[in-house]
Nanobody
Framework: QVQLVESGGGSVQGGGSLRLSCLLS????????VGWFRQAPGKQREGVAA????????VYADSVKGRFTISQTNAKNMVYLQMNSLKPEDTAMYSC?????????????????????WGQGTQVTVSS
């Protein structure tokens, strides 16, 4: 019902920047939240940032606050994750996800279980 495709990943030196893009298609009118998640080998999935598409309210994980910025286009079919001051510990596979329908108020917007649709992911590698 909702398709998501990530792009913009790559390899960068520590302190550098990358901008990830999440292209949404399908029935995006019912998308309430778009989130960015990451998972490194041997580690659990971590919610990075989320944006409530109706009013633009944003949420960030403490580990990226002040360095990452999530935003959306006016058409709400593209969500970006601007990543600045990158660190080696930011290295991970980054995926975007869409939450549709009824929102479960008991789940944080940084919890993966909240979301219904997922992209394939894009790799981000930060070297020392």
């Amino acid at each position: 019902q909702v398709q998501l495709v990530e792009s913009g990943g790559g390899s960068v030196q520590g302190g550098g920047s990358l901008r990830l893009s999440c292209l949404l298609s399908g029935d995006i009118r019912r998308t309430n939240i778009v989130g960015w998640f990451r998972q490194a080998p041997g580690k659990q999935r971590e919610g990075v940032a989320a944006i409530y598409t109706d009013d633009g309210f944003v949420v960030y994980a403490d580990s990226v606050k002040g360095r990452f910025t999530i935003s959306q286009t006016n058409a709400k079919n593209m969500v970006y994750l601007q990543m600045n001051s990158l660190k080696p510990e930011d290295t991970a596979m980054y995926s975007c996800a869409a939450q549709t329908g009824v929102i479960d108020g008991n789940l944080s917007s940084l919890r993966a279980a909240k979301y219904n649709y997922w992209g394939q992911g894009t790799q981000v590698t930060v070297s020392s």
